[in-house]
Structures are given as C-alpha cells and as structure tokens.
C-alpha cells in the first residue's frame, strides 16, 4: 500500500461523504469527484474501484 494511495482514498472518502447527501446538481458532481479521487487512490493500492452511486450504501463487494 502506497502512503499517497491512502491519502487520495481518504480525501475522496470525506469529499465524497460530505457532499453525496446535496441535492443540487453541484453537490452531486463534488460527490463524484470524491468517488473518482477515492477510486484512484484504490487503484494505486490495488484494490477494486468502487462502482456503485455515491450515497447509496451499498457495501464493498
């Protein structure tokens, strides 16, 4: 696991969970841009990107 990996999977998680709950267009494209942040971060660390909704609590499969 790659320091940088985990940083970028932390800051897209707390990007992602602050703005999945907005309603307005902008709040739902910073919350995707939290899940794409957090996937490369994943990636860099080998893990599977996540490819559900942001917001929907589906567990990691």
């Known amino acids: ?3 940088k ?3 970028k ?3 897209g998680y707390i990007k992602e969970e602050i703005n999945e709950h ?3 267009a902008e709040s739902q494209r910073k919350a ?3 899940r794409d942040l957090r996937n490369e ?3 860099e660390d080998g893990k599977a990107p996540k490819t559900t909704k942001p917001g929907t609590g589906h567990p990691e499969k």
């Open 9 to 11: 999977e932390g800051a």
């Open 32 to 34: 995707q841009e939290g």
């Open 5 to 7: 990996g985990e940083i």
């Open 22 to 24: 907005g309603k307005s």
């Open 41 to 43: 971060g994943r990636v």
């Open 1 to 3: 696991m790659s320091v």
